[in-house]
């Protein structure tokens, strides 16, 4: 019985740090808890815009 909550323990643990990466769209791995750097930041930002630019060209 111990081994069973030990089990599924470590199992919900490695399953939030791999769900919380790969909701952010990181490497399965990474850190969670590192804040992204502004080159990273400046990135989405710019994929963000690019996204919205095309969707407006679609429109018309």
């Known amino acids: 019985?111990?081994?069973?909550v030990i089990?599924?323990?470590?199992g919900l643990v490695?399953?939030?740090w791999f769900?919380?990466?790969l909701g952010r769209d990181r490497p399965i791995?990474?850190?969670p808890?590192?804040?992204p750097s502004v080159a990273e930041r400046a990135?989405?930002?710019a994929e963000a815009l690019?996204?919205?630019?095309?969707?407006?060209l679609r429109d018309d």
């Open 1 to 4: 019985m111990r081994n069973l």
């Open 7 to 10: 089990g599924i323990l470590v």
């Open 14 to 16: 490695l399953g939030l």
């Open 19 to 21: 769900g919380v990466n």
């Open 29 to 31: 791995y990474a850190n």
């Open 33 to 35: 808890f590192k804040e």
């Open 43 to 45: 990135k989405a930002g």
């Open 50 to 56: 690019v996204e919205k630019g095309r969707e407006v």
